[in-house]
């Protein structure tokens, strides 16, 4: 089993920045593939950024891709997610998730989910 706890989420204007945290916690994360998706009210859950267990290779979503960054530390069991020129529209519960294959942009391939943490951006 594999504990996910996110965290940095909050209120922001419009183009501020914000920058995700998932710790993980119960096996060694470098054993995953690891994902963020986002959530907002009335919509499904979708899919942000992704990142392989080795070799730091990432995936984007069209609609974050060189706005957001995703990155690991795989000594502090951790995941980031930082997001600049932050849109309305991307205000959000974003989720991280662990992947014990390879990284996927299709939530049901993710094995274990953090609770989510709330991303609200104010025009």
């Known amino acids: 089993q594999v504990q996910l706890v996110e965290s940095g989420g909050g209120l922001v204007q419009a183009g501020g920045s914000l920058r995700l945290s998932c710790v993980a916690s119960?096996?060694?994360?470098?054993?995953?593939?690891m994902g963020w998706f986002r959530q907002a009210p009335g919509k499904e859950r979708e899919f942000v950024a992704a990142?392989?267990?080795?070799?730091?290779?990432?995936y984007y979503a069209d609609s974050v891709k060189g706005r957001f960054t995703i990155s690991r530390d795989n000594a502090k069991n951790t995941v980031y997610l930082q997001m600049n020129n932050l849109k309305p529209e991307d205000t959000a519960v974003y989720y991280c998730?662990?992947?014990?294959?390879?990284?996927?942009?299709?939530?049901?391939?993710?094995?274990?989910w953090g609770q989510g943490t709330q991303v609200t951006v104010s025009s």
């Open positions: 990142i392989r267990r080795s070799f730091s290779i990432t």
């Open positions: 998730a662990a992947d014990g294959g390879s990284p996927s942009r299709r939530s049901n391939e993710y094995d274990y």
């Open positions: 119960g096996r060694t994360l470098s054993n995953y593939a």
